[in-house]
């Protein structure tokens, strides 16, 4: 589910190894909020996150809302935030490292990352779930707002556009764009930077500082209650037969 290795420069390299596109399901959520926890108290030294196979993450597994139903949709979104505010304030230096589609979930774990490398290769990024018929928990609408500004994360939400990665760099989703086959070296060798050269209390301050105020607790029982509604009255059912042609 997630495979965690150390670099001979000290990395920690996460990597997402769930199903053919890493999609955000209870348990996956689960492991990564344990995985950064768990960073967040170990020594300082820099973290990349990525994705094994053709993608980063294609997002929330719809299909596991769609056959979990209100029972399923009450414990999974709960852990969802929880798996990106764990992500979002580690305090360790983290690079994400974007080797495929990064789409609506996954989209918002590159956001809580402080340096976003992206693939040149083919893939997508963006925030379709109000296409989806599902709106994103509060917490997930703060961070992209923070990694892109608020203008772009609402124009991003009511539009649903995927961006390639050339208009993902110009519009804030990522940092830097690299070759597909340099793109876990060239993250790896920012997060040695950012380890190495900027002192651990420094950079956890600094980092807290940023961050402290941009989550605002939110009740999650209106977004609960219309992820809950689309489950049973075949929105997201729709959207999955349209789009990915599984009746």
Aim: hydrophobic share 50%; with cysteine; charged share 20%.
């Amino acid at each position: 589910m997630i495979s965690i290795s150390r670099t001979a420069e000290d990395v920690t390299v996460v990597t997402l190894n769930h199903g053919k596109v890493n999609a955000l399901d209870l348990e996956l959520c689960q492991a990564i909020a344990a995985t950064f926890r768990e960073l967040a108290s170990a020594p300082h030294g820099g973290v990349v996150l990525t994705g094994a196979g053709s993608a980063f993450s294609a997002g929330v597994d719809l299909w596991r809302i769609v056959e979990g139903g209100p029972a399923y949709v009450r414990e999974f979104l709960p852990a969802l935030v929880d798996a990106f505010e764990a992500l979002f304030f580690c305090p360790q230096p983290v690079v994400v490292a974007v080797n495929g589609h990064a789409i609506a979930g996954g989209c918002v774990m590159v956001a809580c990352a402080d340096y976003r490398l992206m693939s040149t290769g083919r893939l997508g990024i963006g925030i379709p779930e109000l296409v989806v018929g599902v709106p994103f928990p509060a917490a997930a609408w703060d961070v992209m707002a923070y990694a892109v500004g608020a203008q772009e994360a609402r124009r991003a939400a009511f539009t649903g556009t995927i961006y390639q990665p050339v208009d993902a760099l110009a519009l804030g989703y990522a940092d830097e764009l690299t070759a597909p086959e340099a793109l876990l070296d060239k993250a790896v060798s920012h997060a040695t930077r950012l380890a190495s050269t900027i002192p651990a209390a420094t950079f956890r301050l600094t980092k807290r500082t940023l961050r402290t105020k941009v989550i605002q607790s939110a009740d999650l029982t209106e977004v609960m209650q219309l992820w809950e509604e689309r489950a049973a009255d075949g929105w997201i059912r729709d959207y999955l037969s349209r789009t990915l042609h599984r009746g």
